[in-house]
């Protein structure tokens, strides 16, 4: 593009200068392609900094940057729009310029949120070989980046104060955002409402929200006439812009009251040398109305008589009152004027005017006094009550021949007040208060009024004013809050506290009586004269801590008034309290062998008493050798284990003390009851022993009880209930003998047909859990006519115990079962238990082989000898009868 015409051409202007050129002497077919014009849209937000990626166009038209030569990118700046974005050339990134975008500003006639805003651009991809023409569309996004705005800042809505409730007004200058859619005005409200407004919002066919005022309150413009709040504008935007304005609610008058004087007594003083037309007073009534509902005329109620109405003429527009004809200097006379002030529709107001004719005379300056305030013999008593500027006299210079323009009045004394002129008349002087009295500061002043004239003739009246107290003070306590302390268990009527207000005021005014709250307990009792605090019972800590409760103290004047404090009373702990068990005993249940230092059961005691006096301390009287109880938790717990078949039941006595002084002390029962473990097993009493024997003889009817197996356990319960079982027989026909699983009653139940030994390993199990404890016993019974050789049974007993004892044993080592807790005295118990069982089971194998080959020997001994038997048994039958005969029911070693 050329810069500038002439000779001082660049040479990049030069360059595109041939390249336009080139464009409008190309041939057809580059008109072609310049007509295949591309579009790019693109989509951004208003208001983003300069430098911020809008979008490659190199890459969204692929275009190969890499060729020879390079692809250019131009924009023309020829539009308006290209201002606000730069071109790289190269890549063709379009970037926002160093100018903000803004779209109100762009786009001002955009106003439909789904009317975009556009920024459109021309782009030349050069040179001539790669030429296309590129139209960007760069679409600006609204962001709410404007807030609301009204068209003024002080909106005015009048409304008649005669407004029925509901009512609603239209604020026609509502505000405006320039942004869109919900970046928009979304809604009205008030910053104050005053309690009789309200805000509605309407939204129209154009989709325009206009706010709407709605009374909700009755209105009165006498008693206030206008309303000055802020009216807030809200848009949609996160966060939302507000947008204020003043909103003044003007209340419009109407006719609905009627005029009233100011005064409705009015004095005036006229003296008989006053010249005609002086001013005499001015009248004034007032409507609250506004316009011609507050028009007021004034005029002479007909009671009035001529001849006053002649001399003192009425303005019935302005009410004032002049001097319309000469008055008759030698004589006084007194006038009374009713004036009447009227309104529209209104009954007239009264108002009254006394006119006071003073004759003049001669002589020297008097100073009449004329008293508002009471007043006896000079001295004028006033309330300290009194507001500033109250008036107390009128002073008139009554000598008006003497008076001249020299003549002056002054005030003489100290004190809140002073004189002056009364309203621009002459010789007529207030005396009045220029601030309040106070009776507490002075209770007296005493003041002078001199009057001078020109030739230094002073005249002084005197004035003295007393100041009347009034019950302006209110009580005041010495301290707002009063913290007592008392001990609890007190006797009654005891003292806590003084109370102490004072009252400036005087005589009964500063009288102060004392009260109690509403808050305060009935046991409390305080004194009314002379703020003495009691209680009349006796307190408990532990009932109430602390009392908290209001004491008035009220004067006696009129009206009363009073100020309050709060007591706060803190009762003191005293160890009046013993500690108490939570039951009045206990009684904890534990198994037998229950581990040593293990906790029992707890002992819960209480003690209602605070700090030391609620510490208790746990002792055992009886049994501390057995158990210890633990200080910190009340923990009752065993020094060692304990077993129930050495003692089921301990009775101890505990003691529990506290830490007061004196102490207190409880006691209470605590009973430990031994739970039963099966930890004995059962142990035969009969037989005696494993070599013993009974003798059943062959003939032995089945059915016959030939013994019994009698055992005891020490465990209890199901612990202790023992069945009897046979695990073994040896010897004799099989089945010959059954056993009662209940008493152990052993009973034939077969005939005998085999004679010799016949040995039964009973076992004799209980029924404890988790597994059963047993012991074994070995019953032999020998089936023969007689014993005839008693040596040889003993030998056979003997061995029979042998073999089955040793196969017992076998068996009983798989049977075994460890007490418990063994494993947690034995960390290797594991290790022993499989070491001890493989040791026992070598030596188990060594002695069966050595009871296989002794039985085998001793049964080879055995048959010879029952060959001798039966040789010598006849031969000794005769001498052996008797003998025999007895031997037949002899139990050996019972």
């Avoid at 006229?270 to 011609?292: C, I, M, V, W």
């Avoid at 307190?539 to 404090?565: C, N, W």
């Avoid at 009684?587 to 030391?612: H, K, R």
């Avoid at 390993?761 to 029924?767: A, I, T």
Wanted: hydrophobic residues 35%.
């Amino acid at each position: 593009m050329f810069n500038k015409t002439g000779p001082g051409l660049s040479s990049r202007g030069v360059l595109w200068g041939l390249c336009i050129l080139l464009l409008y002497t190309s041939p057809l077919c580059c008109f072609a392609n310049f007509s295949q014009a591309k579009e790019l849209v693109y989509k951004i937000k208003e208001g983003l900094p300069s430098g911020t990626l809008i979008g490659s166009m190199g890459s969204d038209l692929h275009l190969d940057l890499s060729l020879d030569p390079h692809v250019l990118f131009n924009l023309p700046q020829k539009k308006p729009s290209d201002q606000y974005v730069t071109l790289n050339s190269t890549t063709g990134q379009l970037f926002t310029s160093g100018k903000e975008i803004d779209r109100e500003t762009l786009c001002p006639d955009s106003s439909e949120y789904n009317q975009g805003c556009v920024l459109s651009l021309d782009v030349f991809v050069l040179p001539q070989q790669y030429f296309q023409l590129v139209k960007v569309k760069i679409l600006v996004e609204d962001v709410n980046d404007n807030r609301p705005r009204f068209p003024t800042g002080e909106i005015r809505v009048s409304v008649p104060e005669n407004t029925q409730v509901n009512a609603r007004f239209a604020v026609e200058q509502s505000a405006t955002d320039p942004d869109l859619g919900f970046h928009g005005v979304q809604t009205y409200w008030l910053v104050n409402d005053f309690g009789v407004f309200t805000l509605d919002v309407e939204e129209n066919e154009g989709g325009e929200l206009t706010p709407f005022l709605i009374v909700t309150d009755e209105l009165d413009r006498e008693r206030r006439e206008e309303y000055v709040t802020d009216i807030i504008a809200e848009d949609g935007g996160l966060p939302p812009l507000l947008g204020t304005a003043t909103l003044r609610i003007i209340i419009t008058d109407v006719n609905d009251n009627c005029p009233q004087f100011t005064e409705s007594q009015v004095n005036v003083t006229l003296y008989g040398n006053t010249t005609k037309g002086e001013h005499l007073s001015r009248l004034h009534a007032f409507d609250p109305d506004q316009g011609a509902n507050a028009v007021i005329s004034y005029a002479y109620s007909d009671r009035v008589p001529r001849e006053a109405r002649a001399l003192f003429h009425l303005d019935r527009i302005t009410g004032v009152i002049k001097l319309a004809g000469q008055i008759n200097t030698a004589t006084g006379k007194y006038y009374k004027l009713t004036v009447l002030a009227n309104g529209p529709g209104c009954v007239p107001a009264v108002a009254t005017v006394t006119v006071h004719v003073i004759r003049v005379a001669s002589g020297p300056p008097v100073i009449m006094p004329r008293y508002i305030a009471a007043e006896k013999d000079g001295v004028v008593k006033m309330k300290e009550s009194e507001p500033p500027f109250s008036p107390i006299a009128f002073f008139t210079v009554s000598n008006t021949d003497q008076r001249g323009p020299g003549t002056e009045c002054l005030l003489e004394g100290f004190g809140p007040f002073r004189l002056t002129p009364y309203k621009r008349l002459k010789n007529e002087y207030l005396l009045e208060t220029t601030e309040s009295l106070d009776h507490e500061q002075r209770q007296d002043y005493e003041l002078t009024v001199v009057l001078r004239n020109p030739r230094g003739l002073a005249i002084k009246t005197f004035v003295k004013i007393l100041v009347l107290d009034e019950n302006d003070n209110a009580p005041v306590f010495k301290q707002s809050l009063y913290e007592v302390s008392v001990e609890e268990n007190n006797p009654p009527n005891s003292f806590l506290t003084q109370l102490q207000a004072t009252d400036q005021d005087s005589e009964a005014r500063g009288e102060v009586i004392y009260t109690l709250g509403s808050d305060a307990p009935s046991v409390f009792l305080l004194e009314r004269l002379t703020g003495v605090l009691t209680v009349s019972t006796s307190l408990d800590r532990e009932e109430k801590q602390t009392y908290r409760f209001m004491v008035r103290a009220v004067d006696r004047g009129t009206p009363r008034r009073e100020s309050i404090a709060t007591v706060v009373i803190t009762v003191l702990d005293r160890n009046d309290n013993s500690p108490r068990f939570i039951n009045k005993d206990f009684t904890f249940f534990v198994p037998e062998n229950f581990p040593g230092f293990g906790e029992i059961g707890v002992l819960s005691v209480t003690d209602a008493d605070a700090g030391e006096n609620g510490w208790v301390a746990l002792s055992i009287v009886n049994g501390s050798d057995i158990f210890v109880i633990d200080a910190g938790r009340g923990a009752l717990r065993a020094r060692t284990p304990l077993d129930r078949e050495q003692q089921g039941t301990y009775y101890l006595w505990i003691e529990a003390v506290d830490g007061g002084e004196p102490s207190l002390s409880c006691l209470t029962v605590v009973t430990v009851l031994l739970l039963d473990v099966n930890d004995n097993p059962p142990v035969v009493l009969f037989p005696q022993s494993n070599q013993s024997y009974m003798l059943v003889l062959p003939s032995t009817l089945p059915g016959t009880s030939i013994t019994e197996v009698y055992a005891v356990d020490k465990d209890t319960g199901m612990n202790a209930v023992i069945a009897y079982s046979i695990i073994k027989r040896k010897g004799g026909e099989p089945g010959s003998f059954d056993i009662d699983p209940d008493t152990g009653n052993i009973t034939l139940k077969r005939e005998l047909s085999d004679r010799g030994l016949y040995s039964l390993l009973v076992k004799v199990s209980d029924h404890g859990q988790p597994e059963p404890l047993h012991s074994t016993v070995l019953v032999n019974l020998f089936v023969n006519e007689t014993v005839s050789n008693e040596s040889y049974i003993q030998s056979l007993l003997t061995g029979e115990a042998a073999e089955i004892q040793m196969e017992e044993k076998q068996w009983y080592v798989g049977k075994l079962t460890e007490r418990p807790g063994r494993e947690d005295l034995f960390p290797c118990q594991p290790l022993l238990i499989a070491l001890s069982v493989t040791c026992l089971g070598l030596f188990c194998i060594v002695v069966t082989l050595t009871a296989y080959i002794c039985c085998k020997k001793l049964k080879k001994w055995r048959k010879r000898q029952m060959k001798r038997l039966e040789v010598e048994m006849p031969l000794k039958m005769n001498g052996d009868v008797r003998d025999a005969d007895r031997k037949r029911t002899e139990i050996s070693n019972i």
